[in-house]
């Protein structure tokens, strides 16, 4: 079955730098691209973007670029998304989700980013 | 790109059949049929109930429906059950090939 499974939840201070990881299982990981949404303490769902999936190409939605990075290693089904110079505003859980139609069918568990000092 | 306008809360008895509101432009709903909406219960990720305006994924029960008339999206569930009380985000693909969220819909099973 398909199944996406997010890294753990981390606590940074101001400043530094997390990556997050999505496992894919259950299908081949270059079939579908793989998305990214972030949703803060008791807001709701902001995209951030996408990663093709075939070429690793990223794309970033408004408020993203610069200090969020997409990638991927295929060799482990597994994409990744970095954030650099963390800021306490950057506190939430992050998602990843599968997307074979504009539309995201399997959705990561979500890694809580804390961001503290 | 402005997220997509949806109430900040609906509610229901059980039984009853309620209608969410997704408010768009032409640059996203009204001129694409690429809408989707997602269920989040609290500390769960989210579960798409229904992709392309109106298509059901695998697996989620036909008391979803999905419509869209001009730049509105709409969700109405059927036959309100009290597990349906959740969050309710509707999304759009736009003309400047990104996607947006509306802001979310607190559904109240009384």
């Known amino acids: 079955q398909v199944q996406l499974v997010q890294s753990g939840s981390e606590l940074k201070k101001p400043g530094a730098s997390v990556k997050v990881s999505c496992k894919a299982s259950?299908?081949?990981?270059?079939?579908?691209?793989m998305n990214w949404v972030r949703q803060a303490p008791g807001q709701g769902l902001e995209w951030m973007g996408w990663?093709?999936?075939?070429?690793?190409?990223?794309t970033y939605a408004q408020g993203f670029t610069g200090r969020f990075v997409f990638s991927l290693d295929t060799s482990v089904s597994t994409a990744y998304l970095q954030i650099s110079s963390l800021k306490a505003e950057d506190t939430a859980v992050y998602y990843c989700?599968?997307?074979?139609?504009?539309?995201?069918?399997?959705w990561g568990q979500g890694t809580l980013v804390t961001v503290s000092s | 790109q402005s997220a997509l306008t949806q109430p900040a809360s609906v509610s229901g008895s059980p039984g009853q059949s309620i209608t969410i509101s997704c408010t768009g432009t032409?640059?996203?709903?009204?001129?694409?049929?690429?809408v989707s909406w997602y269920q989040q219960h609290p500390g769960k990720a989210p579960q798409l109930m229904i992709y392309?305006?109106?298509k059901w994924p695998s697996g989620v029960s036909n008391r979803f429906s999905g419509s869209k008339s001009g730049n509105t999206a709409s969700l109405t569930i059927s036959g309100l059950q009290a597990e349906d009380e959740a969050d309710y985000y509707c999304?759009?693909?736009?003309?400047?090939?990104?996607?947006?969220f509306g802001g979310g819909t607190k559904l109240t099973v009384l």
């Open positions: 392309d305006v109106s």
């Open positions: 999304s759009s693909y736009t003309s400047s090939s990104t996607l947006v």
């Open positions: 989700a599968r997307d074979p139609f504009y539309g995201f069918d399997y």
């Open positions: 990663i093709n999936t075939n070429t690793g190409n990223p």
């Open positions: 032409s640059s996203d709903i009204g001129g694409y049929n690429h």
């Open positions: 259950g299908y081949s990981i270059t079939t579908y691209a």
